[in-house]
């Protein structure tokens, strides 16, 4: 029996462990997004090409109206926009082409993202482009924000990303998911700039040299996390991803539950296979003195901080009972840590929303939400699972 309890108690204490490793690694990143970047400037002397990539899977309405927006933006160069239609009803190609989109239509027996964008390129191989914008369905482009983009490609960058934000955040839910993206943006984005490492790609929002990306798509493989996937790509071949914090891309919140299950399943499948296609090749890479791409291998053992903020909650609950393992003090010490990291990481102004109250009271669906997301994962790689969008407007009180 003494034996057992000491299994247990090493147990305890490796898990201790791990949630230690969490809990400081992101504290850490929250503490140096505290700092300040240079600002973001527009100005340049050469406008350069620009294809606007919208990766579309079975959109038909929302499509219509992201379009209109972005061929509405402020560019003083040449810039055109591509819709990579997968699903999409013949009417809706119409009018996508009476607008002057340019649609590329693709069809696989399982549609990855990944795989729709590199046959995409490779379309657009001989029409110039110099840059890769990459949106969502659902993504607005901020006022200027290709001018920006523009003048970091002159700067000399090769790949970038902008900050994506809410566009929405009309229910509480909603609101909790903004919050969840700036908490994303301070630690994985800002935090690692401040350090002068590279920001972590989302999905969307994101620009390229016209001819990397199409090179790094046409090595990219089939996978449910194309982001991560380019990612490794690029911290393998050494090169930086900017972050443009105050040029921003306005993104759609999910507004309920289902969704949010739905949506996690497929970024939580997304870790699970990076983290185990490159655990062993991250330490590898670091002993070669790549950082970056280690990093970014160690962001795959980081557990979702929904599931860690409740996991950490039982664990101090437990201890006051449990007699083996780390006391209740350093469980309770995370607790505060991961909280005060939160804190640290949503935005000032979010605090003054009556609405951030409200969505405090969303986090135990939430938590459920992710426990059964996690058991979900196996689903992700079936099928390709998309997360629908609606029409929504950017709110007023949102825009910088």
Known sequence: MEMIYSIIDILFWILG????????????????????????????????????????????????????????????????????????????????????????????????????????????????????????????????????????????????????????????????????????????????????????????????????????????????????????????????????HDVYVYDEKVANAKVFTKQRTRWIASQVEFMKKYALIGFVQLFKGNLEFFNKTLQTFLMPRILLLGLLFVMVLQAFFNPVGPPILFWFGLLFTLCLTLLIAIPRKFYANKQLYKALFQIPRAMIGMVIALFSIGKAKKSFMVTHHSVKPIDNDIKE
């Open 17 to 244: 462990g791990y949630l230690l490793f969490n809990c400081s690694y992101l504290s850490f990143f929250a503490i140096c997004g505290l700092f300040s970047l240079p600002k973001s400037k527009k100005e340049a002397t050469n406008y350069r090409k620009i294809a606007i990539l919208f990766p579309t899977y079975q959109e038909n309405v929302v499509i219509i109206n992201s379009v209109k927006t972005a061929l509405q933006h402020q560019y003083h160069g040449d810039f055109e926009i591509i819709v990579i239609a997968d699903g999409l009803q013949p009417e809706t190609i119409a009018v996508l082409k009476d607008l002057g989109t340019k649609v590329i239509e693709v069809f696989f027996d399982k549609s990855t993202k990944g795989k729709a964008m590199q046959f995409a390129m490779n379309q657009l191989v001989d029409e110039g482009f110099d840059i890769a914008v990459v949106l969502d369905v659902d993504n607005v482009m901020g006022d200027d924000c290709l001018l920006y983009i523009n003048n970091a490609f002159e700067r000399g960058k090769k790949v970038l990303q902008t900050h994506r934000t809410a566009k929405n955040m009309d229910s509480s839910f909603a609101f909790l998911d903004a919050c969840n993206e700036e908490v994303n943006n301070h630690i994985y984005r800002k935090g690692q700039a401040v350090l002068g490492l590279s920001a972590a790609l989302i999905g969307s929002g994101m620009a390229f040299d016209f001819n990397y990306l199409r090179n790094l798509l046409n090595n990219i493989g089939d996978t449910v996390g194309e982001d991560k996937q380019l990612d490794f790509m690029i911290a393998e071949r050494r090169v930086a991803v900017t972050y443009l």
